[in-house]
């Protein structure tokens, strides 16, 4: 429930940050908030609302700009296009420039009667680049310009919003909007290197629907295509104009990366919304003006992409990572783990977060905080490292941070919308933040299964156990009526399940003992709980424990499980993929549905017997002994080393594979 005093601070800074139509919006759909509709709202919403609030600034800050129109012999189309421009821009701050690449006295007739235009006549063919520059040479001083192909029909709020994206901050230097089909799929969403052929760019999201979540999340991107590109003045007055070389492709991803190369940031603002009238389907043969672009362009940029250092004077590798905060987490343990690993093996580490250190884990590897992300990626841009992004919401700061300098690494310990059940902005947060350019690790085959269904190859490292502190000890007895369990009351945990199969055994139940951060869930379900035990007494408490029981319904990998195994503690678990690796049932632990019955059953027949415990602890023993934190930072290790070997990509000579080519 909504206190009173909240909903009216809500419903002030909605007035003040989104006016009256949105709050009247919200007013009437307040109802609907409580149905399945709920979810549909929440993403019709974001675009909506960065849009009212790009509608609102530019009322007030509106900039000069000219749209430029590339044309060669297209008059139908440069109609079309002033058209749409005219009926969604009204003011009179907003000018068009028709660019002609030397179509002939004909076309350039028909140009010169379309009402409120420049026609800028070229008296030879050029090509693309030169003929946008053609235009833009015409712009008068002070102006942002828009390059924009003649093949495009603009929706309402497209300008204010790539100008608001621009100009509303001041950092950032061009902007690209959502372009759709005809069919209102998707057909530009940023540009990306191609994985299956990096000679090529491509288009992200292309061929979603409209209203595909992850393709409405804000975002920083390589480029944007050179068939809507709103560049600032100031950007124009720095790095010049396109270069005229590139006759065909290439161009516009040139002019993105010059621009990043001078400090500039090129974001994709998907509440700009064109329609971009190009066939779905194109022709994949390699002209050679193409082959020409393609040569230039990785002549000029095949070292920026492929080649770049990542070690120190030493030749040792230089690894930064990046984390959230460094409170107790078993996520947290695995990165200060991998860390204080490859600090032992000689390379030169560090961590980068937004918290203070670790007060709860002994970190000796060198820690930087700083208040705020934008703070930690300037301090980030100019290090030649591996950057590795270590929770959804450091991978954007990460990757704007590596686009120049280092090479972007994303550690994937779980597929984090499972974290997200009720927030569908949030998962599409998420899956937006799983950008192609990076290169990935994650811990578990489940997670590896998920990221390749998404088209993102990635090398499994897995966590590791701290044997030294996990294993057997001779001093402790096993106690035969104890059963221990994890107690958070996270519902991926699923304590519940837990609880009520222990509940069901009856009055001749085991003691159940909890252990966490969590101290009042004992009294809560009728359990000892000891609160905030360090590693030992965690170790401890696995080697009096009759049996350990995990109930989770999901994890990204389940390191409590493996360091029960290590300690000998007999298992019994839920499949919660991630522990697919390592758990296997009637071998090293029972695996069990997750109901309560079927939980209870098997506690009941692991309590009463002891052969079938000492087994599963013996195996149990065995597949921890695989996952000493040794072994798992030379794989670590190896990955890196792979990440960072120079691989140059030779321009290709075949017919561009379908969908793989930089083009607009």
């Known amino acids: 429930m909504i206190a009173p005093m909240s909903l009216w601070r809500r419903i002030q800074l909605t007035y003040r940050y989104h006016g009256w139509r949105a709050l009247l919006f919200r007013a009437i759909t307040f109802p609907l908030r409580f149905t399945p509709l709920r979810h549909h709202l929440a993403l019709r919403g974001v675009v909506r609302d960065d849009r009212m609030r790009a509608r609102a600034w530019y009322r007030r800050s509106a900039h000069p700009v000219t749209v430029v129109i590339p044309s060669y012999r297209d008059t139908d189309d440069v109609i079309r296009t002033v058209s749409s421009i005219k009926r969604t821009t009204k003011s009179r701050r907003v000018s068009i420039v028709v660019a002609d690449d030397a179509s002939g006295e004909e076309h350039l007739a028909a140009l010169r009667r379309i009402r409120d235009i420049e026609v800028i006549a070229g008296e030879r063919n050029q090509g693309f680049a030169a003929n946008a520059n053609r235009g833009v040479r015409a712009v008068p001083a002070g102006r942002d310009v828009v390059v924009l192909n003649s093949d495009m029909e603009a929706l309402p709020g497209w300008l204010e919003c790539l100008q608001y994206a621009v100009r509303s901050s001041d950092y ?335 009055a001749s139940r085991p003691e159940l003992c909890l252990f966490g951060i969590e101290p009042s869930l004992g009294p809560e379900h009728g359990a000892r709980y000891v609160d905030s035990p360090t590693d030992e007494q965690v170790n401890r408490l696995f080697n009096q424990a009759t049996v350990f029981v995990q109930t989770s319904t999901h994890e990204g990998f389940c390191l409590p499980l493996l360091e029960a195994m290590a300690a000998g503690a007999p298992v019994v678990c839920t499949d919660a993929h991630g522990n697919r690796d390592f758990c296997r049932d009637g071998e090293n632990c029972l695996m069990t549905a997750s109901d309560p019955r079927a939980l209870r059953e098997a506690l009941e027949r692991l309590f009463s017997d002891a052969a079938l415990r000492e087994r599963l602890s013996a195996a149990g023993r065995e597949t921890a002994r695989h996952y000493g934190w040794p072994a798992q930072v030379r794989r670590l290790e190896s990955c890196l080393q792979d990440i960072a070997r120079p691989r140059r990509i030779e321009p290709s000579t075949e017919a561009v594979p379908e969908l793989r080519r930089s083009a607009r």
């Open 172 to 506: 950032v230097g061009i902007a690209g909007a959502k372009l759709l089909y005809p069919d209102d799929r998707i057909q530009f969403g940023g540009t990306v290197r191609n994985r299956g052929a990096p000679e090529w760019f491509d288009h992200r999201f292309r061929f979603k629907p409209a209203d595909w979540g992850p393709a409405n999340v804000n975002a920083y991107v390589l480029a944007v295509t050179g068939a809507c590109m709103y560049i600032r003045r100031e950007v124009l007055d720095q790095i010049g104009a396109m270069d005229e070389a590139y006759p065909m492709a290439y161009e516009d991803v040139d002019y993105c990366l010059r621009a990043w190369e001078a400090g500039w940031r090129v974001v994709y603002f998907p509440a700009a919304v064109l329609h971009h009238l190009e066939s779905v389907t194109r022709g994949t043969q390699v002209r050679e003006r193409e082959r020409a672009s393609q040569r230039r362009f990785w002549g000029r940029w095949g070292d920026f992409f492929d080649t770049r250092s990542v070690r120190n004077e030493d030749g040792k590798l230089r690894v930064i990572y990046v984390t959230e905060d460094t409170g107790v987490g078993g996520g947290h343990r695995v990165v200060f783990e991998h860390l204080d690993g490859l600090l032992d093996r000689g390379h030169d580490v560090a961590l980068y977060t937004t918290d203070d250190g670790p007060d709860w884990y002994s970190l000796r590897t060198p820690v930087r905080s700083f208040s705020k992300y934008r703070e930690l990626v300037r301090a980030l841009w100019d290090e030649d490292a591996i950057k590795v992004a270590t929770w959804w919401n450091t991978a954007d700061p990460v990757w704007e941070a590596s686009v120049v300098h280092g090479i972007p690494v994303y550690f994937v310990q779980d597929i984090e919308t499972s974290y997200y059940p009720d927030h569908p902005r949030a998962r599409d947060q998420v899956l937006a933040s799983y950008r192609p350019e990076f290169r990935y690790l994650t811990t578990s085959g489940w997670n590896r299964e998920q990221l390749e269904q998404l088209g993102l190859p990635c090398e499994r490292v897995a966590p590791g156990v701290d044997l030294d502190t996990f294993r057997p000890l001779p001093d402790e007895r096993r106690r035969e009526d104890m059963l221990l369990a994890l107690g958070r009351s996270n519902p991926l945990k699923n304590l519940p399940l837990t609880v009520s199969a222990w509940t069901a055994m009856g």
